[in-house]
């Protein structure tokens, strides 16, 4: 099989699959717990914490380990807007963020009472950072901007949007799911008050994910339960998960810079691949502003569910960006943002490459769409 959809998940590190194993079996503790099985528990949990925490240059307790990066979003969005309620209840986001961010912020219209503006992209998937001040008024406390978009990679000035909302004091919560492992953070120096990570995105289990939040800053609880996590996000932890994803966050981190190298190469191999064999084929995303890993490649007249089910036959896993929908295929609602026309949204797939990717992987690929596109030759013709 040749996996090309590190964006949807990524392998378990056997590394952090290794770090995982203790807290699996029988007597790993309740970290709530005051007897030996419990400390110890707490003790893996604060070590994972301390981790996370370095690799960030954040302070621990500004570490919130919740179930993945939607949690992360959702109580980042939903808990800081209520909290900054009394301040005002503008929120601004952009129209090409993941669902887990768009949902959030939908419920906080329909909901809670609170006014969004929706920010446009221009055709690279980029918002225009004049749109983003002029936005801005006296009820505005929150945006939330993605790093890299999971669909295309392309990139938000991060470190823009932070200086404009903290000229107008506005809080940043900035979802890094995509880009965290992949490209350098440091939370003291680029600007955001929050940052989603999810452990399933950079070679960790599925089912764990961090909220940083800036010390000092205030949030609502969306859960009830206990006093977990500083009274902010109730629960028993999952510790497993949590030491598995502080050990691959450490292992991303440290080849980052490396492994971004190789991918951008076979990326580019890739696209060169599918250009040669589909001279119509169209690259969507920003050129250079951009995730090495992430190609979001559009064959006009060919449709990417057929595509993929064919690459599929070839033993090759990659994406469309469209959702299902009670059983018609939408077309992607970020490519649409970015002014890419419905019928050529649903001619586009996203291959995302990892570290497993190799030279020989590319190549099959490339020749596998070659056979694929062959096959479908005369209906691509009509
Ligand atoms: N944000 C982005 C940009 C994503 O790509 C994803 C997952 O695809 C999420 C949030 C949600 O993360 P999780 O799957 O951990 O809930």
Wanted: glycine share 8%; proline share 4%.
């Amino acid at each position: 099989m040749i996996y090309l959809d590190y964006n949807a998940t990524t392998p378990l590190d056997r590394r952090a699959a290794a770090a995982m194993q203790p807290f699996l079996g029988a007597f790993c503790g309740n970290p709530s717990s005051i007897h030996r099985a419990g400390r110890e528990a707490r003790a893996a949990l604060d070590n994972a914490r301390d981790k996370i925490a370095a690799l960030l240059r954040a302070k621990p307790n500004e570490i919130i380990f919740t179930s993945g990066g939607t949690e992360s979003d959702n109580l980042a969005i939903v808990g800081l807007a209520r909290a900054h309620a009394t301040r005002g209840k503008h929120l601004i986001t952009a129209t090409t963020e993941h669902h887990a961010v768009l949902h959030a912020f939908e419920h906080l219209q329909k909901r809670d009472g609170f006014r969004v503006t929706w920010l446009a992209v221009d055709h690279f998937g980029r918002i225009d950072l004049a749109e983003l001040t002029g936005a801005i008024g006296d009820d505005t406390t929150l945006v939330s901007i993605m790093s890299a978009n999971n669909e295309t990679g392309t990139l938000q000035p991060v470190g823009d949007i932070a200086r404009v909302c903290h000229e107008r004091g506005v809080l940043f919560h900035c979802d890094m799911v995509q880009s965290f492992g992949k490209i350098p953070v440091d939370v003291r120096r680029d600007g955001p008050d929050a940052i989603s990570i999810s452990a399933h995105k950079f070679y960790g289990p599925p089912g764990a994910g961090t909220l940083w939040l800036r010390s000092g800053i205030s949030i609502e609880k969306i859960h009830y339960g206990g006093s977990h996590e500083n009274e902010r996000r109730p629960g028993t932890e999952n510790v497993a998960a949590i030491v598995g994803m502080a050990e691959a966050a450490a292992l991303a981190v440290a080849d980052a810079a490396a492994e971004q190298t190789r991918e951008a190469e076979l990326k580019e191999a890739l696209r060169a691949g599918l250009q040669s064999i589909f001279p119509g084929a169209i690259f969507n995303g920003h050129p250079s502003e951009r995730l090495a890993n992430t190609l979001s490649a559009t064959f006009p007249g060919a449709d990417a569910e057929t595509l993929l089910i064919n690459l599929d036959l070839a033993g090759i896993c990659a994406s469309s960006g469209a959702a299902c929908m009670v059983g018609s295929v939408l077309p992607s609602h970020v490519l649409l943002a970015m002014g890419v026309a419905p019928e050529l949204a649903k001619c586009t797939i996203r291959f995302s490459l990892g570290k497993q990717t190799t030279p020989n992987e590319i190549t099959s690929t490339i020749d596998s769409m070659s056979k694929i596109f062959a096959r479908l030759e005369p209906a691509l013709a009509e």
